[in-house]
């Protein structure tokens, strides 16, 4: 055996450990993703806020071929609601973007694609997460309050991109699963039930689907029995912005 064969994975363990710490710090937040972890330990993560409120929030969109659906039922239903959008879908379908905040609703941060983040690379968090808070300031004509991640994977380097740009991280304490291919409307309302715990709940569901299939019909469909249910409880029903949560302090 050559001795460089020995020496090779010496010289290697440095920048191995150095490796496996950066990854621990990048993954490690991702943790707070466990919604019973996060009720209990990050109430403000989990969007718990006024106990007599219910904020009602929807990612993945805008998309002409859903989105359309859910703002008229929502004003049919008289709601308003948090739509975290992604960038590169604002900048795609902008008239779309324009109709949400027409209609009272608030549009917020969910990035500018829809990536996992699989290694850390914080410049990069940044970069796209300033770009679509900016798509969302030039469509709404106001300076975004909200980020929530795709996958709801709050990685070390998107916390600080969305406190850099002035955004509160905000996932959720319920949501519908949805976006399972063997979802129903009576399966997602009964999953969103189970998990409201009359504690200033915020909901996610979903006004798209990015697989192109119809996977958006089912909250779609469920969304009447959700309001007059929690109207009937005596719950207000809205968007973040009426939650009675701190917005991000604006950084310097
Ligand atoms: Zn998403």
């Known amino acids: 055996m050559h001795p460089g064969h020995l020496r090779t994975p010496v010289a290697l363990r440095a920048p191995l450990a150095a490796t496996a ?3 621990t710090a990048h ?18 993560l989990a969007g718990l806020g006024d106990p007599d409120h219910v904020a009602l ?37 902008p008239e779309l973007g324009h109709d949400i905040v027409r209609r009272g609703h608030e549009l917020a941060v969910h990035g500018w694609t829809h990536s996992r983040p699989w290694l850390p690379a914080p410049g990069r968090d940044l970069r796209e997460i300033s770009r679509a808070a900016e ?22 380097g998107r916390w600080a991109g969305a406190l850099r740009c002035g955004l509160r991280p905000v996932l959720w ?14 399966g997602v309302l009964r999953t969103v039930r189970r998990q409201l715990h009359g504690v200033g709940d915020t909901i996610l569901l979903h006004d798209a689907d990015l697989s192109g ?18 109207r009937a409880e005596a719950l207000t029903v809205g968007p973040l912005a009426d939650h009675g949560l701190a917005p991000a302090r604006r950084p310097g």
């Open 213 to 230: 299939e119809d996977r958006w019909r089912p909250a779609l469909g469920m969304l009447p029995d959700l309001v007059s249910g929690l």
């Open 173 to 186: 304490s319920a949501w519908g699963r949805d976006w399972a291919a063997d979802a129903t409307p009576e």
């Open 135 to 156: 798509e969302v300031r030039r469509i709404s004509g106001a300076r975004p309050q909200w980020y929530r991640p795709p996958y709801g994977i709050l990685t070390g």
């Open 57 to 93: 929030t929807f990612d993945d969109g805008p998309d002409p071929r859903s989105t359309p659906h859910y703002l008229d039922l929502l004003d049919r239903l008289s709601v308003r609601a948090t739509f975290f959008v992604l960038g590169e879908s604002l900048r795609r379908y």
């Open 21 to 23: 710490l950066a990854l």
């Open 27 to 44: 993954i490690a937040p991702a943790g707070t993703w466990l919604p019973g972890v996060r009720r209990t330990f990050l109430p403000a």
